[in-house]
Structure formats: C-alpha cells, structure tokens
C-alpha cells in the first residue's frame, strides 16, 4: 500500500478562539491501532500508523475493539504482499487472475478503483502494481533503478483505461472478479491509492453513527473530523498541513465539523535536468513521477474519503494547473460534490529547483478556512 512519507497533514488542536464555556477540564482519549508479525515481519495496517481520538472515554472502550478489528481485517483482505490462513485477499486475486465469492469490502474497492481509473483518464490506475514493484528497490535503497528499456515494457502491461473494463471484470451475482491478460501481460492490482481512503470512510461512517466528536487519523494523510471540536465555541478544528520534509506549516486551517482531508506528498529521490523527478508517486501513463506537484491537498463535508485519496493521487499526474482544475470540475459535476484544495508547486531559481521554497495555488473554499496567512517559503500564491 502506498506510503505517503512526507509533506503529511498534521492534527493541531490549538486554542483558535476563546471558549466562554470553560471546557479546559475536558479531556482527550485515544488509541492506536496495533500492528502485528507476520511472516517474521511486523506490519502495520496498511503500513501506517492509525489513531483515532475521541472525547467521551466510555465510547473510546465500547468502540475500541470494533474499530481495530475493522482497521485490521480490511487491511488483510486489501494486502497484496502477504497470506493470511482463511481469507482469499489481493495477492490471491493477483497470484491467481480469479476470485469467486469476493470479500464485499474488496470486491467493492477494486470496483470503485476501476470506475475511478475511467473517470481521470487513467491518471489515477488500479493496474500500476508492477510499476511500482520495478521501483520497490530503488526507493528504499537508492539502488537497482529501473532501466528506460524496463518502464517501457512494464507501461506496455499497465491497462489503459478505455480498456480497462475488458480486463477487470465482475460478475455481480457472484462476486467473481477476473483479471485478463493485457498485451500477453497478467497485470498486477495495487490499491495503495486508495484503500487508506475507503478504511477511513467506513470507520467514519461508524464514528458518525455513534453521535459523539472523534479525530480519525489514519497515518497523518487520511483525516476524518466527526462531530465538533468540543474544546472551542466555534466547533472547529485546527489543522496543520506541513511542507515537505519538514515540521513547518504551508498554513494552519480552521475546519468545519464533518469534513474528511486527504493528502499526497512526495518525498523525492532523485531530481536531475534529463530526468527530472523520481519519487514514490508514480505516473501511470509515463512510468516516472510528476514535477508538477510537491504535494495535494483536498477538504470536502460530502466527499467520501475513497474519493479524495485516489482524487489526490490522480491530481498528482496532472501536468498543469488547468488540467488539474478540469479534473476537479469533472469529479465534482459526477459525484455532486464539493471539493476545495491546495496544491504545493515547486519553486525553481534560475532554472534550478530550490527544495526549501515553493510556489502554491488554491481554490478560495481553500483560503477561506485559513487562520493566518502561508508560511514565508511559499514564494507565489495564486487563487485558482
């Protein structure tokens, strides 16, 4: 699953404004969903730290198991690096091409994922899994960089999204999917885009039933706010979206009750003129990483958490502002949803990019929640 390394969102819960009541006796509570060995290696649901923080300590314990088995057995089931006893789970589905009789959670997140795939034109894809295993080497260990030759053959097996229902197919009725070959290529199924998304969304769907104020945060890059902040009179949160690789903030937010966050971030491993950005987001359509973005971030009250995470990562693989914009129109007009952003751009000083400054556009739902103005190194700001 993907790991979003840097640039993450971070939950402050600041004293943005007076609170008349004099709430400073009420607490916080919260747990972490824990990780566990398998096959001799300790993992984390979806790679990821998971805290979920509530105020009401009686419903932190009635919900605290649910909530980590929810967290765990998803995650299972949406893994495709390892086996579990009992389960038929993603890397059954790519080590076999078929499943009948499919996980509901499963079965519903790659559907999702492949009508997403159609919607962007591919810019976010489902099938980049063999992309990104050429790089799993390179990015952890800065060796074994996959050859121009070795991306071409791979983008050859990445299915296009005009095909992509020819080759991912579901039968209902029994909850079967099929994975047909592309180009004599068996492509490989990676949720890393979007399965933190769709766990985050069923757990705040859980929280939202409960009638109560939670903080859900699933590794600083999948935010749910449900309910108000019961520290301030206002009911908002204050939240911190730092810059890349760094524990300063783009800016502070104060955000409204019920409003789910997501971010994509890059952490850049190598940048040259001849081939400009290699990082863990990779481009389907190029089979390298984008310059366009440093990092992508998107509040919305009505958009699920599925949506913005791979909304975030096909925003990623736009190659300009205005094919961002359209992106956004076109998901907003299909979903009926409202989605504001903010998108870091790299800052470059005679034609050489300065990793310590940056340049930002945002939409004005964006601004609007701001507590103060951008950090100093945003260079040039532009509503858009």
Not at 16 to 37: L, R, W
Not at 80 to 104: A, F, P, Q, T, V
Not at 132 to 160: C, F, H, K, Q, R
Not at 365 to 378: A, R, V, Y
Request: charged letters at 20%.
């Amino acid at each position: 699953m993907r790991r979003k390394l840097i640039g993450l969102v971070s939950i402050l819960l600041l004293a943005s404004c007076k609170n008349n009541n004099a709430n400073n006796d009420k607490k916080k509570y919260y747990f972490t969903v824990p990780g566990e060995f398998i096959q001799d290696e300790y993992v984390f649901p979806m790679n990821t730290i998971s805290k979920i923080t509530f105020y009401d300590n009686n419903i932190l314990q009635q919900n605290k198991n649910t909530i980590i088995n929810d967290i765990t057995t998803m995650s299972h089931y949406f893994d495709r690096y390892h086996d579990y006893d009992g389960i038929e789970n993603l890397k059954s589905l790519n080590d076999s091409g078929y499943i009948n009789n499919c996980n509901n959670d499963l079965y519903d997140l790659i559907k999702t994922s492949v009508e997403l795939c159609k919607i962007t034109d591919g810019k976010f894809n489902v099938c980049i899994g063999r992309l990104i295993d050429a790089y799993s080497s390179y990015l952890s260990t800065n060796t074994n960089m996959p050859t121009s030759s070795e991306i071409s053959t791979i983008l050859n097996g990445i299915v296009s999204y005009n095909d992509i229902d020819n080759i991912i197919v579901f039968d209902d009725s029994t909850r079967s999917i099929t994975i047909n070959k592309y180009n004599e290529v068996q492509p490989i199924i990676s949720i890393g885009g979007i399965g933190k998304g769709y766990i985050g969304e069923k757990i705040y769907n859980h929280i939202k039933s409960l009638n109560t104020s939670s903080i859900i945060n699933l590794g600083e890059s999948t935010i749910g706010l449900v309910g108000n902040n019961p520290y301030v009179d206002n009911g908002k949160y204050n939240i911190g979206f730092n810059l890349p690789n760094s524990d300063e903030y783009i800016c502070i937010s104060e955000i409204d009750k019920d409003y789910k966050i997501s971010t994509s971030a890059d952490n850049i491993f190598s940048y040259d003129k001849s081939n400009p950005w290699i990082s863990h987001i990779l481009n389907p359509n190029t089979g390298y990483s984008n310059p366009t973005y440093r990092s992508v971030s998107l509040i919305s009250s009505n958009a699920t958490s599925t949506l913005l995470d791979a909304l975030s990562t096909a925003i990623f693989n736009c190659n300009d502002d205005n094919e961002a914009k359209t992106l956004l129109n076109k998901i907003e007009n299909t979903y009926n949803v409202k989605i504001d952003y903010l998108l870091l751009k790299p800052y470059y000083s005679n034609d050489e990019l300065d990793l310590n400054k940056y340049n930002c556009v945002y939409s004005k739902g964006f601004k609007d929640t701001m507590n103060g103005d951008f950090n100093s190194n945003i260079i040039n700001k532009e509503e858009l």
